[in-house]
């Protein structure tokens, strides 16, 4: 069956938060050419795994590892696909695309949100035919809203383990509401792999659902 304008609509609407993502990496990428306060630790540590030195590690960093390999993770796959060979010379592992690896890392966090933010605070409407829909287009801008929170929001376009964090932890949270208890172990565990401090969000995750348990 065709899709009506209000469904188009509705699908359409999780392009917000990508173009809003898209737009602030691609003036930051503009603007700021070299790395950026604490960058220069992540990228150089990314650029090392990127040369295939996964045994050298900057006593500096104080975080896991997690957001380098899934960095070094999707510019081996976009190095294979056009059949050229990593390095940390290589464009697919330059400051720039490393930005925007943490963009789309970001676009998952606004999806996230939005079955979050569905869950949460239901709200529906209708089209013509009186049937109920998810106003997508409310969710994805509350999702923009929140995406804009300076503590976020600041991270969204720099090469920081702030948003690929975010993103494991919103995805545990989201996968624990909906009864998903192993994969959102499996995805809170991961999720300290990219931040330590994590732990303290999983353990509201798991009280929640045992709380949820006894109702």
């Given at each position: 069956p065709e899709m009506t304008r209000v469904e188009w609509v509705t699908r359409a609407a999780v392009l917000v938060p990508a173009i809003l993502a898209s737009l602030s990496t691609t003036l930051v990428n503009y603007h700021v050419r070299e790395p950026y306060m604490d960058e220069i630790f992540h990228v150089?540590?990314?650029?090392?795994?990127?040369?295939?030195?996964?045994?050298?590690?900057n006593p500096k960093i104080t975080t896991p590892p997690g957001l380098y390999l899934v960095a070094t993770c999707i510019a081996q796959v976009l190095s294979t696909l056009t059949g050229s060979k990593l390095s940390s010379g290589s464009i697919f592992c330059s400051l720039s695309a490393l930005r925007w690896y943490n963009c789309f890392l970001g676009f998952i966090s606004a999806l996230i949100l939005i079955e979050l933010i569905s869950d949460l605070h239901p709200t529906t409407t209708k089209d013509k035919d009186s049937k109920p829909?998810?106003?997508?287009?409310?969710?994805?801008?509350?999702?923009?809203?929140?995406?804009?929170?300076?503590?976020?929001?600041?991270?969204?376009?720099?090469?920081y383990t702030d948003v690929g964090s975010t993103?494991?932890?919103?995805?545990?949270?989201?996968?624990?509401r909906r009864k998903y208890v192993?994969?959102?172990?499996?995805?809170g565990a991961?999720?300290?792999?990219?931040?330590?401090?994590?732990?303290?969000?999983?353990?509201f995750v798991v009280a929640e659902r045992i709380i949820k348990s006894y109702e």
């Open positions: 150089t540590q990314t650029q090392t795994y990127c040369d295939g030195k996964f045994g050298e590690w829909i998810t106003s997508r287009i409310r969710l994805a801008l509350h999702a923009c809203c929140l995406l804009a929170y300076p503590p976020f929001f600041f991270f969204l376009s720099m090469f993103a494991a932890v919103l995805l545990t949270y989201l996968l624990s192993v994969a959102s172990a499996v995805v991961v999720s300290l792999v990219f931040r330590q401090t994590n732990a303290v969000w999983i353990c």
